[in-house]
């Protein structure tokens, strides 16, 4: 297994190891600040301010939050904070939204559904770091030839587009040929699971579902109250939706007037990504197999505190063995 390495730009400045996935229309600047503050790497993806020309306005509130906030506690700065950005050809605002990143010299991007050299090429050039999403090893292989940084290993159980690799399977690959920064995502929602993913090699724990449940996150209260009351018997793994396989929740495909056990499949070539397939995601609603850890909506500084308790509580109980 190859040596890790030292974690490159932004990445070397978070607290706690922990990265906030992307939510499509529920993560939002509110969202993400309190992340980054409470010490986790805050992450919205561009898509969610809509119209376009808001990315602008939301990328300066971010900046300026955390500037000021930096400034009056340089004793606990906050997180670096990422932007999403899909890299499929149905994203017609990718170029423009890219170039506002630039703009704003956004610390860290989460590149997902392709890999385009001068995407990470954009970030590289104001000193960014590119992390990109994949379900397997040879997708993980292409995105390092073609420039990104890391790798966000999308393992089984995680919310929303998934693949389904076991965790333990996944992580061993990647660290044999790849020695730079790799998230582990798939059904991680207390800080036993954190510590989890770091013994298994990796240097975060990416985590989006248990955030839906925060007063922060922009869903509905019935999509909160549903995550809060939902286990992993809820979820549905599916293509229906984009084209895409993901994991979502069985009740709110049962509100739509469809039957979970009896989905149709969606071939890969009718995969849409653009702002007309945005009802898809409001009515049916993705999330992962470990919210049956969520048991309340709170805001997020107290869900992160929770994460840390229970990750120096999972480091104790190892050395009692």
Same mark, same amino acid.
């Given at each position: 297994m190859a040596e890790k390495g030292v974690l490159p730009g932004a990445l070397a400045q978070v607290p706690f190891p922990v990265i906030a996935a992307p939510?499509?229309?529920?993560?939002?600047?509110?969202?993400?600040?309190?992340?980054?503050?409470?010490?986790?790497?805050?992450?919205?993806?561009?898509?969610?301010? &809509?119209?376009?020309?808001?990315?602008?306005?939301? =990328?300066?509130q971010i900046t300026e939050t955390l500037? #000021?906030?930096?400034? !009056?506690?340089?004793?606990?700065?906050?997180?670096?904070?990422?932007?999403?950005?899909?890299?499929?050809?149905?994203?017609?605002?990718?170029?423009?939204?890219?170039?506002?990143?630039?703009?704003?010299?956004?610390?860290?991007?989460?590149?997902?559904?392709?890999?385009?050299?001068?995407?990470n090429a954009a970030a590289h050039s104001y000193g960014g770091v590119v992390m990109h999403d994949v379900i397997n090893d040879s997708f993980a292989r292409k995105a390092i030839e073609k420039g990104a940084d890391g790798l966000i290993a999308v393992a089984a159980g995680a919310g929303g587009h998934a693949g389904l690799k076991s965790p333990f399977a996944f992580i061993q690959e990647l &660290?044999?040929?790849?020695?730079?920064?790799?998230? =582990?995502?798939?059904?991680?929602?207390?800080?036993? #699971?954190?510590?989890? !993913?770091?013994?298994?090699?990796?240097?975060?724990?990416?985590?989006?579902?248990?955030?839906?449940?925060?007063h922060e996150a922009r869903a509905s209260k019935d999509y909160k109250d549903c995550v809060v009351n939902s286990s992993s018997d809820d979820i549905v793994y599916t293509n229906a939706f984009t084209g895409v396989h993901g994991n979502y929740l069985a009740p709110s495909i049962r509100n739509a007037g469809l039957d979970p056990s009896n989905l149709p499949f969606k071939d890969k070539n009718e995969m849409d990504f653009s702002s007309s397939n945005v009802k898809a995601w409001r009515d049916?609603?993705?999330?992962?197999?470990?919210?049956?850890?969520?048991?309340?909506?709170?805001?997020t500084h107290a869900l992160i505190a929770r994460l840390k308790r229970e990750y120096e509580q999972a480091k104790l109980r190892l050395l009692e063995y």
């Open positions: 939510l499509f229309l529920i993560s939002n600047p509110e969202l993400l600040i309190a992340q980054c503050i409470s010490g986790v790497v805050g992450a919205m993806p561009a898509l969610n301010a &809509r119209p376009s020309s808001q990315l602008r306005d939301w =990328l300066a500037a #000021a906030h930096n400034q !009056a506690h340089p004793d606990r700065p906050a997180a670096p904070f990422a932007i999403n950005q899909i890299v499929h050809k149905s994203n017609d605002r990718l170029e423009s939204d890219m170039q506002e990143c630039v703009r704003f010299k956004v610390p860290i991007i989460i590149t997902s559904l392709g890999a385009r050299p001068e995407i &660290r044999q040929w790849f020695n730079g920064p790799v998230a =582990l995502s798939g059904s991680i929602a207390t800080g036993g #699971a954190v510590l989890a !993913a770091r013994a298994m090699g990796a240097d975060f724990a990416y985590i989006g579902s248990a955030f839906i449940a925060t049916i609603w993705g999330a992962g197999q470990g919210i049956g850890a969520v048991k309340e909506v709170v805001h």
